[in-house]
């Protein structure tokens, strides 16, 4: 297995070095790039809450408690981007997903059994950011980048009764590997990998505070 690893990454060296400067100056030339693909979000926690009464004592006694969480779920996402300078990028984007809002009870003061509640909600996102390719770690296939961005999101319960809606702000990096060169009506075609941290305000929360969790994406693109 390792003398298998070490042929792949030694012919992904040569092949790299081997890609024609042509294929560099026409991703450099394109103006605009539109992709899409897949992307996958962690678990967001929504929040932990203790219900309570007051005896007759004056006394606090608890009911019971609760743990909410959206869970981690794939979805899908597009995005345009329009090349401002050699290494900076604007981009607009949007995702759709439907993670499952989980609420987890426990500790009932009658003694009855802990249990959960799921439903499915429906989650949109439109935003709009920026893109660095950082310098002096790009070749002529692969381009190392950082991305910085934010926007608006929207959320539909189960039986699309109820919206949630709130802001988004994320930032993380990645690589876009240019696959084939510039031909006829388009200047490349590649794939690209994302990485980011996503903090959300507003939407479904049941404390008023904000959320972080992990995204991961892959898709194709198309340079003009």
């Given amino acids: 297995m390792r003398i298998v690893w070490t042929t ?15 294929a560099q100056a026409a991703a450099l030339s394109s103006r ?5 693909g897949v992307l996958w979000i962690g678990q967001q926690p929504l929040g932990d809450q203790t219900v309570t009464e007051t005896t007759s004592t004056g006394a606090t006694r608890t ?14 996402a597009g995005r345009v981007g329009v090349r401002l300078t050699r290494s900076l990028v604007a981009e607009a984007e949007g995702a759709y997903i439907k993670p ?27 935003g709009g ?16 980048f950082a991305t910085v961005g934010g926007g608006y999101l929207r959320q ?15 930032f993380g990096g990645g690589a876009a590997i240019l696959l084939v060169s510039g031909r006829h009506f388009h200047k490349g075609i590649g794939a690209r990998v994302d990485a980011r941290v996503v903090r959300r305000s507003g939407g479904v929360r049941f404390d008023g505070g904000s959320t972080m969790s992990p995204a991961v994406g892959v898709s194709a693109f198309v340079r003009f």
């Fill in 8 to 22: 792949a990454v030694l012919a992904g060296i040569v092949l790299l070095r081997a890609w024609p400067a042509s």
């Fill in 32 to 36: 605009v790039e539109v992709g899409a």
């Fill in 63 to 76: 009911l019971f408690t609760s743990s909410s969480e959206l869970a981690a779920a794939p979805g899908f």
């Fill in 100 to 126: 499952q809002l989980r609420i987890a009870l426990s500790n009932d003061v009658e003694g009855a059994a802990s249990t959960t509640a799921t439903e499915t909600v429906e989650q949109f996102t439109v």
């Fill in 129 to 144: 950011g920026a893109l660095w390719y950082l310098p002096g770690l790009r070749t002529t296939r692969l381009a190392p």
């Fill in 156 to 170: 539909l319960h189960e039986q699309e009764t109820f919206v949630e809606t709130g802001r988004f702000f994320q």
